[in-house]
């Protein structure tokens, strides 16, 4: 009897690890009804953050948090009106081991503004919307693919790769990184004013622009008008390669 008992403790033990090991866990699931112009801001701050376009009519967010401490981080939802306003939330001075990943599904036909898509350790990955986009990293690389609009993406130490599909809209758009590369693609019959530049490493374009290199000391840079110009394209990087290429 004594060994059953003991038998069943155990397996009753061994369940709990189990149940409280640090396991993806789901913690948020929601739809928006948001219409066009919608502003949509998600700012995470250790995970990574994937916006992809569907073919629904309504947002979806899913938020997983991960790690041992990832009871102790919240997911913020200030959404009200025609804007998304999601965050993470770390209690103060805590030294947490958790995150959260988002994952994020937009209806594909209808323009939003991206206003603040963040992660400050994580990947911003972004694919197959339309709108106006500002998307960021610290530590993490961002990419933007099939995108219709206006965008803005940079990092501080990751890549950055960006593809334009269709521009639509006024603004002025800029890709940069201080520890990575950037690579851009863009619409070859576009209207643009361009600036490349980098000061340790490579550049390359495909658009008649010209490449110069500095007489004294290191760096690249290009500059030029294509078509009529309009819309500003700068493209930077400190310390990597920079590329720009026609779709």
């Known amino acids: 009897m004594k060994r059953m008992i003991a038998a069943t403790v155990l397996t009753l033990v061994f369940a709990a690890l ?6 993806v866990a789901q913690d948020l699931h ?26 629904g009519n309504s947002v979806v967010v899913n938020a997983v948090r991960t790690g041992r401490d990832r009871d102790l981080v919240q997911v913020v939802d200030q959404s009200a009106g025609n804007q998304i306003d999601l965050r993470v939330q770390y209690p103060e001075n805590c030294n947490c081991e958790a995150g959260v990943n988002f994952e994020v ?17 994580g990947d911003v990955q972004i694919s197959g919307v339309r709108g106006n986009l500002k998307a960021q990293s610290v530590s993490g690389d961002v990419t933007v693919a099939s995108f219709s609009g206006i965008a803005n993406a940079s990092s501080v130490s990751g890549d950055v790769e960006v593809e334009i599909s269709g521009l639509v809209g006024a603004g ?5 990184t201080v520890s990575g590369g950037v690579a851009v693609r863009a619409p070859g ?5 361009i600036a490349m ?33 309009g819309t500003s394209l700068h493209i930077s990087a400190v310390s990597g390669d920079v590329r720009l290429f026609r779709n």
Not at 18 to 23: K, R
Not at 37 to 42: A, C, L, Q, R
């Open 18 to 23: 189990v149940s409280g090991a640090p396991a």
């Open 30 to 55: 929601r739809e928006y009804a948001l219409g066009a112009g919608g502003k949509i801001s998600i700012r995470n701050v250790s995970g990574d953050l994937k916006v992809t376009g569907y073919g």
């Open 105 to 121: 599904q937009v209806p594909a036909n209808v323009a939003y503004s991206f206003e603040n898509l963040t992660s400050v350790s």
């Open 172 to 176: 002025d758009m800029k890709f940069s």
């Open 189 to 193: 019959g576009a209207n643009l004013d």
């Open 197 to 229: 530049s980098t000061l340790s490493g490579s550049l390359e374009t495909d658009f008649p622009i010209q490449i110069e290199e500095k007489k004294f000391g290191p760096g690249r840079s290009a500059k030029g008008r294509v078509g009529s110009g």
